[in-house]
């Protein structure tokens, strides 16, 4: 990835953050394999994010 991941510490540990443009990319979209499963991560036209199996 391009741009420099920055850390936050919720609970002192440190989580990595990463531009939701960045990940999605043009397709506003991204699979993801969990335990076997396949969820879709997307942005809706109401520009917040949403998880769906």
């Known amino acids: 990835m391009t ?3 920055k850390a936050c510490k919720p609970n002192d540990k440190q989580v990595s953050v990463l531009s939701s443009n960045e990940l999605l990319g043009p397709s506003r979209q991204l699979k993801i394999e969990h335990k076997g499963e396949i969820y ?6 109401n520009e ?3 998880l769906t199996k």
Do not use: A, C, G, P
């Open 3 to 5: 741009q420099e991941n």
């Open 48 to 50: 917040k994010l949403i």
């Open 40 to 45: 879709t991560l997307r942005v809706t036209s």
